[in-house]
């Protein structure tokens, strides 16, 4: 768990990051999976949320089993497969990640190593293991897809997001996972590697412009191990004019091993106490051979190495581990130690290489930040700090969060709808190096051929390659070393594709005079999520012609002429991309003129010029990826999705129909305790209470008989027919004191109003008096209607209906709050005004004024001319309130 101020500074400062939104309720999330356990991050946009978070599963945890289970007709996902792994482990589904797009033989061999004995069969069209259930048969691909929409719901039902993924999974892998995802409905905005999210939030509250640092980030979880080097910075950009620094990291390298993890030390144990139960039994007995009790062991095994980390000692008991004997046993951290020796030295073979390809040395690295569950063992640490030469570890990150909260701030700064106020710069580079090969008619099988894409390569890129050749060809995509291979990968070659198209356009451009050989351009891309694939393909075809164009340096009489006889010559077809280009030194002198001697056939003011036109024409490709790699074909896909929705469907019945009995069971043990109270026996007869408690009984016996495999449709019917009978009694009980209440109220409003009226008589005389009588007897009447109701209620027993309800006494209480807020709205009249009435000088002097106003105006002189118009008077007058202004 993550400190309380690390909590707290995190949350301050992703408020501060999240600025600008889009959409108001607009959001993003990431998802940690695991070969073990996934974690989620949601990014939040709503107020009154906090700005990130770890998503809790229905248990209240922040991590969830990566498992999916079948059993008994029912999909289990997360902490219910968890809850059956013990008793049925060849129904619980476990590693899946690990096995996305992976061989058959690689699976059957994983599986063995870690005792899961399931059901599997290898596919024919992609040579994939296929898991047999109890529902159906499922590939890896679907079982992940089935935790991304679990990973869903929890989520929110966002559908953007960021997956993470070890820095050793392949293409094929990573197109699988893109797979899965999109049959869980989840729009991928990337994939990014762990090591990237665990840098970026490790980096995003920090300030690099005081100097570069060197992190190495070492990160050994359940399966695998891997050591990331990574560089932070700073650099100055400009931003609204203002030139500010702005930090940044790279990924430097990254190297790993993927068969080392915690769950190999716990093999270890397993093994050590496997032995022991075997010679503690005898007569040949191997509890090995038992898939349930090696699913006992282990889930046991776990939790002591688990206590071995806080303690020297931890003791081991399982029950009914083996025809229904119990085990029970102890074990040392000394012990434990030895017996996974070899591991440890193991373990720094990722952090060494690192470094030596590096060139760096220890003391170059700043920080070596530890995340995975698995960096809590004692011994792994220290050898580390020997390796090291440190007396402590920097573990500054939480070692199961990190890699969430860092994606989720990927995702927040990749995403459309969210802005980030402040940046951290990532630049992620290809764990593997790779080759491009093309073979086809007519070339040279060597190195010439080939073209290599290094390692470290940066995330997205876009490589080009031009190829001179006139015949249909084949792409390949290759790992670039045998020594970085994805786990299982039986050959290097991950992609092959058909171009075609290239022999058509060569042959359709042959009659014309080409000034360059056919060349094929293929358009590579090495996406954000670290996939490299052939995007596109085109031909590139170059012709030379003689054109008549306008002559230059014409008179303007000529070029009248010339621009009246130049005709332009149509373009190339809408299928195709045409350059032109002049050729103004005349051309190829080897290209004749047709028109050179024939004056006639050139038109008065044009010339003949050679021309150069390129021609693109789109080539078609086709995928011919076979094996694992291969993707899945749109009737493959839609079916898998089918499948999916089925169960969705399903689970969703389930879940409703659970609920729905809960809530009849519930409601049948509420009502029978409330029936045999006090208060009841007011508002019911004996009968009516026996009558009741019979039904009850009645579909209580049905519920644990015959209602143990009923649908929710037969619940919720026999839910409704007891709420017929049940609802007017509760009804009647709470209006024992819901209508007192009710009628108390009225009463004081009534007070209220009487001196509410008599304020308006002296603060708003205005008032008329017609509505203030009209308030008066609305009032009244209200007042008797309460009094009558109350006296019927007094003579009507509680068992049968009420006089009146708490209801209608509400309503009529806010019928008379809306006449009083209207007649209280009533604004106060404006005072009138009356002019003052002249006297008959003034009138006569008026008339004077007027006359007098009437002959200036008919008289012109010079000096009206000369007089500033009312505009420059204006200006004028500004400019002296200008000055005067100054002056103040």
Same mark, same amino acid.
């Given at each position: 768990m993550l400190p309380a101020t690390m909590l707290l500074r995190l949350g301050l400062l992703v408020s501060m990051l999240l600025v600008n939104p889009i959409l108001s309720e607009s959001a993003v999330w990431s998802i940690d999976l695991g070969s073990e356990w996934f974690k989620i991050a949601v990014v939040n946009l709503k107020p009154g949320q906090p700005p990130i978070s770890i998503a809790i599963n229905e248990m209240s945890k922040r991590k969830t089993p990566s498992l999916v289970a079948f059993h008994s007709g029912s999909r289990l996902i997360g902490e219910e497969a968890s809850g059956i792994a013990a008793r049925y482990p060849h129904k619980v589904y476990s590693h899946l990640r690990d096995l996305i797009s992976k061989p058959y033989p690689h699976v059957s061999k994983t599986l063995a190593l870690r005792y899961l004995n399931y059901d599997i069969s290898p596919e024919e069209s992609r040579n994939v293991a296929v898991f047999k259930t109890d529902n159906a048969d499922f590939t890896a691909e679907e079982l992940v897809a089935m935790l991304l929409k679990y990973a869903v719901g929890l989520a929110g039902s966002v559908k953007d997001a960021v997956v993470t993924v070890p820095p050793y999974m392949g293409v094929a892998e990573r197109k699988g996972l893109l797979v899965s995802a999109e049959l869980a409905g989840i729009n991928v905005l990337a994939l990014v590697n762990e090591h990237s999210g665990a840098a970026l939030q490790y980096g995003i509250d920090k300030d690099f412009s005081n100097g570069s640092r060197h992190v190495i980030f070492y990160d050994m979880g359940a399966g695998s191990t891997y050591a990331a080097l990574v560089y932070y910075s700073a650099y100055n950009t400009k931003e609204f004019g203002k030139t500010v620094s702005a930090n940044q990291f790279q990924v430097k390298d990254v190297r790993w091993d993927a068969e080392l993890g915690g769950e190999h030390m716990e093999l270890r144990l397993v093994e050590h106490f496997a032995d022991e139960f075997n010679k503690q039994v005898g007569n040949g007995v191997d509890i090995r051979k038992s898939p349930k009790a090696m699913a006992k062991l282990k889930k046991q095994v776990k939790r002591t190495k688990e206590i071995l980390s806080a303690n020297t000692a931890a003791p081991i008991s399982v029950e009914s581990i083996y025809d229904d004997r119990d085990f029970r046993s102890s074990i040392t951290r000394e012990k434990f130690e030895e017996l996974c020796d070899g591991l440890w030295e193991k373990a720094l073979v990722p952090l060494k290489e690192v470094l030596t390809h590096s060139g760096l040395k220890i003391e170059d690295i700043y920080a070596v930040e530890l995340i995975g569950g698995a960096t809590r063992v004692p011994k792994l640490q220290a050898k580390l700090q020997e390796f090291l030469g440190r007396k402590e570890l920097d573990r500054h990150l939480d070692s199961?969060?990190?890699?969430?909260?860092?994606?989720?701030?990927?995702?927040?700064?990749?995403?459309?709808?969210?802005?980030?106020?402040?940046?951290?710069?990532?630049?992620?580079?290809?764990?593997?190096?790779?080759?491009?090969?093309?073979?086809?008619?007519? *070339?040279?099988?060597?190195?010439?051929?080939?073209?290599?894409?290094?390692?470290?390569?940066?995330?997205?890129?876009?490589?080009?390659?031009?190829?001179?050749?006139?015949?249909?060809?084949?792409?390949?995509?290759?790992?670039?070393?045998?020594? /970085?291979?994805?786990?299982?990968?039986?050959?290097?070659? /991950? %992609?092959?594709?058909?171009?075609?198209?290239?022999?058509?356009?060569?042959?359709?451009?042959?009659?014309?005079?080409?000034?360059?050989?056919?060349?094929?351009?293929?358009?590579?891309?090495?996406?954000?999520?670290?996939?490299?694939?052939?995007?596109?393909?085109?031909?590139?075809?170059?012709?030379?012609?003689?054109?008549?164009v306008p002559r230059k340096n014409l008179t303007v009489d000529n070029s009248t002429f010339a621009s009246a006889n130049t005709s332009t010559e149509s373009g190339?077809?809408?299928?195709?991309?045409?350059?032109?280009?002049?050729?103004?030194?005349?051309?190829?002198?080897?290209?004749?003129?047709?028109?050179?001697?024939?004056?006639?056939?050139?038109?008065?003011?044009?010339?003949? !010029?050679?021309?150069?036109?390129?021609?693109?024409?789109?080539?078609?490709?086709?995928?011919?990826?076979?094996?694992?790699?291969?993707?899945?074909?749109?009737?493959?896909?839609?079916?898998?999705?089918?499948?999916?929705?089925?169960?969705? !469907?399903?689970?969703?019945?389930?879940?409703?129909?659970?609920?729905?009995?809960?809530?009849?069971?519930?409601?049948?043990?509420?009502?029978?305790?409330?029936?045999?109270?006090?208060? /009841?026996?007011?508002?019911?007869?004996?009968?009516?209470?026996?009558? /009741?408690?019979?039904?009850?009984?009645?579909?209580?016996?049905?519920?644990?008989?015959?209602?143990?495999? %009923?649908?929710?449709?037969?619940?919720?019917?026999?839910?409704?027919?007891?709420? %017929?009978?049940?609802?007017?009694?509760?009804?009647?009980?709470?209006?024992?004191?819901?209508?007192?209440? %009710?009628?108390?109220?009225?009463?004081?409003?009534?007070?209220?109003?009487?001196?509410?009226?008599?304020?308006?008589?002296?603060?708003?005389?205005?008032?008329?008096?017609?509505?203030?009588?009209?308030?008066?007897?609305?009032?009244?009447?209200?007042?008797?209607?309460?009094?009558?109701?109350?006296?019927?209620?007094?003579?009507?027993?509680?068992?049968?209906?009420?006089?009146?309800?708490?209801?209608?006494?509400?309503?009529?209480?806010?019928? *008379?709050?809306? !006449?009083?807020?209207?007649?209280?709205?009533i604004p106060k009249p404006k005072p009138k005004i009356e002019k003052p009435v002249k006297n008959e000088t003034e009138s006569s002097k008026e008339k004077a004024d007027a006359t007098n106003s009437s002959e200036e105006g008919k008289e012109e002189t010079a000096a009206d001319a000369e007089k500033p118009s009312p505009d420059e008077k204006a200006d004028t007058q500004s400019k002296d309130h200008e000055s005067d202004h100054d002056e103040l």
């Amino acid at each position: 768990m993550l400190p309380a101020t690390m909590l707290l500074r995190l949350g301050l400062l992703v408020s501060m990051l999240l600025v600008n939104p889009i959409l108001s309720e607009s959001a993003v999330w990431s998802i940690d999976l695991g070969s073990e356990w996934f974690k989620i991050a949601v990014v939040n946009l709503k107020p009154g949320q906090p700005p990130i978070s770890i998503a809790i599963n229905e248990m209240s945890k922040r991590k969830t089993p990566s498992l999916v289970a079948f059993h008994s007709g029912s999909r289990l996902i997360g902490e219910e497969a968890s809850g059956i792994a013990a008793r049925y482990p060849h129904k619980v589904y476990s590693h899946l990640r690990d096995l996305i797009s992976k061989p058959y033989p690689h699976v059957s061999k994983t599986l063995a190593l870690r005792y899961l004995n399931y059901d599997i069969s290898p596919e024919e069209s992609r040579n994939v293991a296929v898991f047999k259930t109890d529902n159906a048969d499922f590939t890896a691909e679907e079982l992940v897809a089935m935790l991304l929409k679990y990973a869903v719901g929890l989520a929110g039902s966002v559908k953007d997001a960021v997956v993470t993924v070890p820095p050793y999974m392949g293409v094929a892998e990573r197109k699988g996972l893109l797979v899965s995802a999109e049959l869980a409905g989840i729009n991928v905005l990337a994939l990014v590697n762990e090591h990237s999210g665990a840098a970026l939030q490790y980096g995003i509250d920090k300030d690099f412009s005081n100097g570069s640092r060197h992190v190495i980030f070492y990160d050994m979880g359940a399966g695998s191990t891997y050591a990331a080097l990574v560089y932070y910075s700073a650099y100055n950009t400009k931003e609204f004019g203002k030139t500010v620094s702005a930090n940044q990291f790279q990924v430097k390298d990254v190297r790993w091993d993927a068969e080392l993890g915690g769950e190999h030390m716990e093999l270890r144990l397993v093994e050590h106490f496997a032995d022991e139960f075997n010679k503690q039994v005898g007569n040949g007995v191997d509890i090995r051979k038992s898939p349930k009790a090696m699913a006992k062991l282990k889930k046991q095994v776990k939790r002591t190495k688990e206590i071995l980390s806080a303690n020297t000692a931890a003791p081991i008991s399982v029950e009914s581990i083996y025809d229904d004997r119990d085990f029970r046993s102890s074990i040392t951290r000394e012990k434990f130690e030895e017996l996974c020796d070899g591991l440890w030295e193991k373990a720094l073979v990722p952090l060494k290489e690192v470094l030596t390809h590096s060139g760096l040395k220890i003391e170059d690295i700043y920080a070596v930040e530890l995340i995975g569950g698995a960096t809590r063992v004692p011994k792994l640490q220290a050898k580390l700090q020997e390796f090291l030469g440190r007396k402590e570890l920097d573990r500054h990150l939480d070692s199961d969060e990190a890699i969430a909260l860092g994606a989720s701030l990927h995702a927040a700064n990749i995403s459309d709808g969210i802005k980030l106020n402040r940046k951290l710069g990532m630049i992620d580079g290809s764990p593997y190096g790779y080759v491009i090969e093309v073979d086809g008619p007519y *070339l040279p099988k060597d190195e010439s051929t080939k073209q290599i894409i290094p390692r470290m390569k940066k995330l997205p890129s876009k490589i080009f390659r031009s190829i001179v050749h006139n015949k249909d060809f084949e792409v390949s995509l290759a790992y670039e070393s045998d020594d /970085f291979l994805p786990p299982g990968t039986p050959s290097r070659t /991950f %992609a092959q594709y058909a171009v075609s198209g290239l022999a058509d356009a060569s042959e359709k451009y042959a009659s014309r005079n080409l000034s360059a050989p056919v060349k094929a351009n293929l358009h590579f891309s090495l996406s954000r999520s670290g996939i490299f694939s052939l995007d596109r393909a085109d031909a590139v075809i170059e012709i030379t012609e003689w054109v008549e164009v306008p002559r230059k340096n014409l008179t303007v009489d000529n070029s009248t002429f010339a621009s009246a006889n130049t005709s332009t010559e149509s373009g190339p077809s809408s299928t195709e991309e045409s350059d032109e280009k002049l050729n103004t030194d005349g051309g190829n002198s080897n290209i004749s003129d047709p028109g050179a001697n024939d004056s006639s056939t050139i038109s008065p003011g044009t010339e003949k !010029k050679l021309k150069k036109r390129t021609f693109r024409v789109p080539l078609k490709i086709d995928d011919k990826t076979a094996g694992p790699g291969a993707s899945l074909s749109k009737e493959s896909f839609s079916e898998a999705k089918s499948k999916l929705e089925a169960l969705d !469907k399903k689970d969703e019945e389930r879940r409703r129909t659970a609920e729905l009995k809960n809530s009849l069971e519930g409601y049948i043990y509420d009502t029978r305790d409330k029936l045999e109270s006090e208060d /009841f026996a007011k508002i019911s007869t004996s009968q009516e209470r026996q009558s /009741f408690i019979e039904k009850l009984d009645e579909v209580q016996e049905w519920l644990y008989t015959d209602g143990e495999d %009923a649908s929710a449709a037969q619940f919720q019917e026999h839910l409704d027919k007891l709420k %017929a009978i049940g609802d007017p009694i509760f009804f009647r009980r709470n209006e024992l004191t819901a209508r007192p209440a %009710a009628s108390d109220h009225a009463r004081k409003y009534l007070n209220e109003v009487q001196q509410i009226v008599r304020g308006w008589e002296t603060n708003k005389s205005w008032l008329p008096k017609g509505k203030i009588d009209e308030v008066l007897n609305e009032a009244e009447k209200v007042k008797n209607w309460l009094n009558q109701k109350e006296a019927e209620q007094k003579n009507t027993p509680g068992y049968e209906k009420s006089a009146f309800t708490s209801e209608e006494v509400y309503v009529k209480v806010f019928d *008379l709050q809306d !006449k009083v807020n209207k007649v209280n709205k009533i604004p106060k009249p404006k005072p009138k005004i009356e002019k003052p009435v002249k006297n008959e000088t003034e009138s006569s002097k008026e008339k004077a004024d007027a006359t007098n106003s009437s002959e200036e105006g008919k008289e012109e002189t010079a000096a009206d001319a000369e007089k500033p118009s009312p505009d420059e008077k204006a200006d004028t007058q500004s400019k002296d309130h200008e000055s005067d202004h100054d002056e103040l």
